[in-house]
T-cell receptor, first 117, second 116 residues
Framework: GAVVSQHPSWVICKSGTSVKIECRSL??????MFWYRQFPKQSLMLMAT?????????EQGVEKDKFLINHASLTLSTLTVTSAHPEDSSFYIC?????????????FGPGTRLTVL | AQKVTQAQTEISVVEKEDVTLDCVYE???????LFWYKQPPSGELVFLIR??????QNEISGRYSWNFQKSTSSFNFTITASQVVDSAVYFC?????????????FGSGTKLNVKP
C-alpha cells in the first residue's frame, strides 16, 4: 500500500513552547490529509481535514489557533501545536488520501507521541 | 449520521481460543466502506481489511475472517486459534465519500488480551 511517514515519532517539550509535526506521503500525491488525536485508551478523534493549497477544516471543538495546519504541497502537511500545555499531550496521527492507489482510502502515518512537561 | 459501535471494550482469551470482535455501524449512505485496523502497543495502525457496501461476501485471510451483514449493519471480525501476538486494540471504521475524499468514523476500539 501507499506509505505515509511522520516526523518526529516522539517529542517531549516544555509547557509554552510550540511543536511542529510533519506528515509526508512518500509515494503518492496527497490531495487530502487528515489529522487525528488519540488519548490513552481512547479512539482516534478527527481534528481537521486539509486539502492541498486550502485552509484546513476543523472539527467542532478543535481550536484552530491552537492547532495550526499547513498543507502547502501535495506531499507534506504540518501540524503545529502552539503554546503547548500538558493537556495537549497525546498521540497524533495523520493520514492521507489522493491519487492513484490512494484514491479511495486513507493511509495512516505511524503517529507522533507528544509529551508536554 | 454515521456512527460505529464496538460494544466490547476489552476481551481476554487464552491462546488458541477463537474470538469474535463485534462492530455495528450506522449510515444513511448506500455507498460506503468498512475497515478493520489493528493497533499494537507501538501505536501504528495496521490495516487488516476494507469491504465496500456492495460486497457482502464473507472473507477469510489465514486465521482472520470477517462477516459482513447489511441486514443487521454489522461487520464482525473473528480470529481463530488466537495467539499472543494478536494482543492489540482493534478498531472498526466506516468511511463515506464526500467531495472526493473519505471521512473515517472510528469505533471506540476493542482491546484484545491473548494470554499464553
Amino acid at each position: 500500500g501507499a506509505v505515509v511517514s511522520q516526523h518526529p515519532s516522539w517529542v517531549i517539550c516544555k509547557s509554552g513552547t510550540s511543536v511542529k509535526i510533519e506528515c509526508r506521503s512518500l509515494d503518492f500525491q496527497a490531495t487530502t490529509m487528515f489529522w487525528y488525536r488519540q488519548f490513552p485508551k481512547q479512539s482516534l478523534m478527527l481534528m481537521a481535514t486539509s486539502n492541498e493549497g486550502s485552509k484546513a477544516t476543523y472539527e467542532q471543538g478543535v481550536e484552530k489557533d491552537k492547532f495550526l495546519i499547513n498543507h502547502a504541497s501535495l506531499t507534506l502537511s504540518t501540524l503545529t501545536v502552539t503554546s503547548a500545555h500538558p493537556e495537549d499531550s497525546s498521540f497524533y496521527i495523520c493520514s492521507a488520501t489522493g491519487t492513484g492507489r490512494a484514491t479511495d482510502t486513507q493511509y495512516f502515518g505511524p503517529g507522533t507521541r507528544l509529551t508536554v512537561l | 449520521a454515521q456512527k460505529v459501535t464496538q460494544a466490547q471494550t476489552e476481551i481476554s482469551v487464552v491462546e488458541k481460543e477463537d474470538v469474535t470482535l463485534d462492530c455495528v455501524y450506522e449510515t444513511r449512505d448506500t455507498t460506503y466502506y468498512l475497515f478493520w485496523y489493528k493497533q499494537p502497543p507501538s501505536g501504528e495502525l495496521v490495516f487488516l481489511i476494507r469491504r465496500n457496501s456492495f460486497d457482502e461476501q464473507n472473507e477469510i485471510s489465514g486465521r482472520y475472517s470477517w462477516n459482513f451483514q447489511k441486514s443487521t449493519s454489522s461487520f464482525n471480525f473473528t480470529i481463530t486459534a488466537s495467539q499472543v501476538v494478536d494482543s492489540a486494540v482493534y478498531f472498526c471504521a466506516l468511511s463515506d465519500l464526500i467531495y472526493n475524499f473519505n471521512k473515517f468514523y472510528f469505533g471506540s476500539g476493542t482491546k484484545l488480551n491473548v494470554k499464553p
